[in-house]
């Protein structure tokens, strides 16, 4: 990231009720105060449905790790979001096949798989854990959560100090 210039970063899964409002929560917990300021994150669904609220295991899962996504209202995806947003992280293939169609190819370096931040990689697709056990939400979530450490690790400024 350049100085103070605010970077946009999207994070899409299906429904936009359970992956994506945790990851958006998540990176916004893992990112410091100072570089979250200079960070715009938020979630869409290619599927959305509109204006429904977060899971309530999503919310629950979000909250055991002090993260509250209670608010969170779904959203469709648009143009105008990925034109938008200079990194687009998708939980499965499927999500960025749809995503593809809307950037253009020289700009196709700022779509990518959240699996592909992960280490070791499990597999390309964050399973989706709707209509599952709170069990199955906390894995969920704690596998973004691993994935998301390669995203902060990737955000950071090449030239850090440590200051």
């Known amino acids: 990231m350049r100085g103070k210039m605010l970077m946009d970063i999207l994070m899409v899964c ?7 409002p ?14 979250a300021a200079n960070i715009r994150i938020h979630s869409a669904g290619t599927h959305g449905l509109d204006d429904q609220p977060a899971a309530p295991f999503a919310i629950q899962a979000a909250a055991e790790v002090g993260i509250d996504i209670s608010g969170h209202r779904a959203r469709s995806l648009d ?3 990925v034109s938008k947003a200079d ?21 196709s370096d700022k779509l990518r798989l959240l ?48 200051v």
């Open 115 to 162: 699996a592909d931040f992960e280490r070791p990689r499990q597999s390309d697709i964050i399973d989706d854990p709707y209509n599952h056990s709170l069990t199955v939400y906390r894995a969920c979530l704690y596998r973004i959560q691993h994935c998301l450490e390669g995203v902060v690790h990737h955000l950071e400024p090449a030239d850090a100090h440590g």
């Open 14 to 20: 299906t429904g936009n009720i359970c992956r994506s």
């Open 87 to 107: 990194l687009i992280l998708v939980m499965e293939p499927f999500h960025r096949e749809i995503v593809a169609r809307a950037v253009p190819r020289e700009k």
């Open 22 to 35: 945790m990851a958006e929560g998540l990176l916004r917990q893992m990112l410091s105060k100072k570089r």
């Open 79 to 81: 143009r105008d979001m």
